[in-house]
DNA sequence: GTGGGCTATTGGCTAGGCCACTGATCCAGT
DNA sequence: ACTGGATCAGTGGCCTAGCCAATAGCCCAC
């Protein structure tokens, strides 16, 4: 537009390709940290390792863990406690949710609207953002749960585990906040569903379609599969409920 | 090293009946700094001193305004760029750092695929519950925001309440309590959005789509017309970003 | 004029250290 | 036995000092 105009124009133009957007080591660290914290399903208020010991594990110096940190408290992801440690951030009503939603009759249905509600986006997310490690971590899950069932188990912690490393795939902090708020409501619904005989397996087989669907790269599949999943606990759910 | 006479404990106010927040030194120079860049009436794309400089003049350490720039930076109030220096990035007028905290940057994406995941399904579950009474509030939202946008604005309230009342409409309370969560996070977005021209009008259209699917009693045409209201206003954030 | 390379400037990141705060424990005095 | 204070280990806050890496501008050879 205004090109040969005697003011220099200090945008060049309107379409900026990608001027190579450098990632700053505490962008990655951040990034990092909130998927440690999606992956290992902690709650508001579960505390992180102490600085030294995190950034000696990300291999990084204190000085760019604390930037990290800064970021996430910025954007309200965590507290920094001087002399206490760092915890995640507790979100003004998490407790009153939970409390609310377990005072409601059956909220079981509720709970289950509202998992296909995230779920299904974070499968969807995790098919197109999902890296090598993600799959990997999904793999471990998949192969803990079955090696429980192969024993007898229920399958309970691989089931968790799968889960919280879809949502870390998934690479999205309020999701997986989000998630986090609601994860005892969901703990107790998947403790029940998984206490019918032949469940554990069904639901084994649900978490491989997803799998498959993710590390294919496919995002409706992905979404799908989940849905179905869900939908077999909502049937679970219903039988006990009635 | 030591100053010549020990400095006495601050006392900050003869009487404290706050729990005395603490405030950390990077908090105090982000202050400082973007009250630097207003009162220098510092416009975007104005450098700021070096760091060496900088943190010279604060007399804090460089590691420290480091933390400040992080801050500043993940608010969007400025842009650190290697090798060359740090740029004001938006205006922050009157905005207090405190209180931006919460605000966007890199956030705008999540915000984006958690309101697709949440009111989506909303949109859905309110096709199938909603009630008479749920019509009319919906209808009247609209209303509301149209003759908003008749007299010239941009339909900011009849946009929230429309919201409002179609996630009344899911009746489902954990869901409604999940968008009272990020409900700060998505007025943000909103005002973004609807300040732009002829953004109003196609916004109300889409709500007018999502409506008439509701009443319909049509789920997966209320949700497919939740997602490309949500898409739309997705685009307005790219825009933005660029 | 143009292209290539040099260099000063500036941010990125690390290492190591000392200080301040917190919470739990222990011990002395009552 | 109880209370109150001192101690101690753990943790974050902040600093100093330094080297590395990217950028922009200059100068020179062509």
């Known amino acids: 537009m205004t090109e040969s105009s005697p003011p220099p124009p200090r945008v060049p133009a309107p379409s900026f390709p990608a001027p190579l957007s450098r990632v700053r080591l505490y962008e990655q660290v951040a990034e990092q940290i909130s998927t440690w914290i999606a992956e290992h399903d902690l709650r508001p208020g579960d505390k992180l390792p102490p600085e030294r010991e995190l950034a000696a594990r990300l291999g990084v110096s204190r000085a760019t863990l604390s930037q990290a940190l800064v970021a996430l408290e910025v954007i309200g992801a965590v507290a920094v406690r001087h002399g206490d440690g760092t ?5 003004l009503g ?7 939603v377990r005072a409601h009759a059956n909220r079981l249905p509720e709970i289950i609207d509202t998992r296909d509600a995230l779920e299904t986006k974070i499968a969807a997310l995790a098919a197109q953002r999902r890296t090598e490690a993600d799959l990997q971590r999904i793999e471990d899950a998949l192969a803990g749960m079955e090696a429980d069932i192969e024993r007898g188990g229920r399958g309970v912690e691989g089931d968790e585990n799968f889960h919280a490393a879809v949502t870390a795939a998934a690479h999205s902090l309020l999701l997986s906040q989000l998630m986090g708020e609601i994860a005892d409501l ?4 998947r403790i029940e569903s998984l206490s019918q005989p032949e469940r554990p397996r069904a639901s084994l087989a649900g978490h491989r379609a997803i799998a498959e669907a993710i590390r294919a790269g496919d995002p409706p599949a992905a979404a799908s599969a989940m849905h179905a999943h869900v939908e077999m606990v909502s049937d679970v759910a219903v039988l006990r409920t009635t």
């Open 87 to 91: 915890v995640v951030a507790k979100s």
């Open 94 to 100: 998490a407790t009153r949710i939970v409390e609310a």
């Open 186 to 189: 969901i703990r107790e619904t």
